[in-house]
T-cell receptor, first 111, second 113 residues
Framework: NAGVTQTPKFQVLKTGQSMTLQCAQD?????MSWYRQDPGMGLRLIHY???????DQGEVPNGYNVSRSTTEDFPLRLLSAAPSQTSVYFC??????????FGPGTRLTVL | GQQLNQSPQSMFIQEGEDVSMNCTSS?????WLWYKQDPGEGPVLLIALYKAGELTSNGRLTAQFGITRKDSFLNISASIPSDVGIYFCAGHRSRGGANNLFFGTGTRLTVIP
């Protein structure tokens, strides 16, 4: 199993650009989540999904969209990138929403 | 949002020493988890705790779920250089199937050979 995979690993955007961060898991997990990690703030939940077709907001959802058309994939969309979205983004999956398995992360810089 | 206070923020210890770190919250959690993050990688789950008072070990790591359900502790015995990294606590609270997992701010551990 590859576990949780994320692409790209690094990305630089200009303010106002849009992009999609990809996340896939091959563990047949129902739960998938997106977190952002900023210095001194730990990980904060952006959006999550409890199954295909179901998504909900986390702690910091503004500026991000998600969709869950399949069990395996959970892309995160930045509609109009802002410097405040410079961060490291982690995708995670789990069977129950508790024991999350994390991907390797995407380091995003918005200029 | 929910704030988990993790301490200490950083530790510098000699190889072979024992390490203790803790996590406290103003709210009750049903599950406590401890993760380790290496540079440039995602967090990796070390230990999961499911009931108050539970004491669980994973090799040289031991973690406890506090009796009040508002805190948790992680101990590392006989530290080695590969223990270097950032340790995060996380608390989970179920609410109608919602995924409510909150993370502490991390303890950065440096082990001096």
């Amino acid at each position: 199993n590859a576990g949780v995979t994320q692409t790209p690993k690094f990305q630089v955007l200009k303010t106002g650009q849009s992009m999609t961060l990809q996340c896939a898991q091959d563990m047949n997990h129902e739960y998938m989540s997106w977190y952002r990690q900023d210095p001194g703030m730990g990980l904060r939940l952006i959006h999550y999904s409890v199954g295909a077709g179901i998504t909900d907001q986390g702690e910091v959802p503004n500026g991000y969209n998600v969709s869950r058309s399949t069990t395996e994939d959970f892309p995160l969309r930045l509609l109009s990138a802002a410097p405040s979205q410079t961060s490291v983004y982690f995708c995670a999956s789990s069977t129950t929403g508790r024991k999350e398995f994390f991907g390797p992360g995407t380091r995003l810089t918005v200029l | 949002g929910q704030q988990l206070n993790q301490s200490p923020q950083s530790m510098f210890i000699q190889e072979g020493e024992d390490v203790s770190m803790n996590c406290t919250s103003s709210s009750i959690f049903n599950t406590w988890l401890w993760y380790k993050q290496d540079p440039g990688e995602g967090p990796v789950l070390l230990i999961a705790l499911y009931k108050a008072g539970e004491l669980t070990s994973n090799g040289r790591l031991t973690a406890q779920f506090g009796i009040t359900r508002k805190d948790s502790f992680l101990n590392i015995s006989a530290s080695i250089p590969s223990d270097v990294g950032i340790y995060f606590c996380a608390g989970h609270r179920s609410r109608g199937g919602a995924n409510n997992l909150f993370f502490g701010t991390g303890t950065r551990l440096t082990v001096i050979p």
